[in-house]
């Protein structure tokens, strides 16, 4: 079975999505590490509840240093035996942007979680681009980290409608929703072998 880690910054809701699925699921992945940039994350009290293992790589010790900051978060996953072969890395609300050396290390093994419809409004702040847009629909996405910024490889999409009434924490509200459906089901894919990737496409099998 392969060994999960998951690296958060603040609530962590996805992630707790993630782990109550593994286990009411039953989905083949041991939750081996949870890690966070910032000590006082919410989401490190309810890993914590759930019996997961933490810990705290803060990286307002790291300023200018971001190398280094990245290879303590690969020493810590190895050290939990989050390897690339062995491995899955979720970015659950991770504000961080993470080096290119330790996304080639775990090349294909890195998947995140971003509140729109890639690759409209990648970045900062998508629900409020997507307002501000006047975009009808929004969503959310599962995808592979490459070198870019939120442009990897999309697993899976959560569709939501924008409606006239809708404000920017509506349909914030309502794209988490739709989080917590598609990202357990995009670790479960991976887990039980699922996925392949053939240039920028995924193929889900049966
Ligand atoms: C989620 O909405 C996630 O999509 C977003 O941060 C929130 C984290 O919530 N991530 C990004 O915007 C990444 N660019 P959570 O801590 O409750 O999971």
Avoid: W
């Amino acid at each position: 079975m392969k060994n999960l880690g998951i690296l958060i910054s603040g609530r962590g809701s996805n992630m707790e999505s993630i782990l109550k699925a593994i286990k009411k699921q039953k989905i083949p992945i041991n939750p081996a590490i949870v890690i966070s940039n910032k000590s006082n994350a919410k989401g490190l009290a309810i890993a914590k509840k759930m019996g997961v293992q933490t810990a705290v790589i803060d990286s307002s010790k790291y300023k200018g240093r971001r190398l280094q900051f990245d290879e303590e978060i690969i020493s810590t996953l190895r050290k939990y035996n989050v390897t690339p072969t062995n491995g899955l890395v979720c970015l659950a609300g991770f504000m961080r942007i993470i080096s290119p050396h330790f996304i080639k290390e775990y090349k294909n093994k890195i998947l995140n979680i971003h509140p729109a419809l890639l690759p409209a409004f990648p970045g900062l702040d998508a629900q409020k681009q997507a307002m501000e847009f006047g975009a009808k629909y929004s969503g959310c996405t599962v995808h592979f980290v490459d070198e870019g910024v939120d442009t990897g490889p999309i697993i899976i999409q959560g569709i939501v409608e924008i409606g006239n009434k809708d404000t920017e924490k509506t349909l914030t509200k309502k794209i988490l929703i739709k989080e917590h459906e598609i990202y357990p089901k995009a670790v479960e894919l991976f887990a039980k072998k699922k996925l392949s990737i053939k240039g920028r496409r995924v193929r889900i099998s049966s």
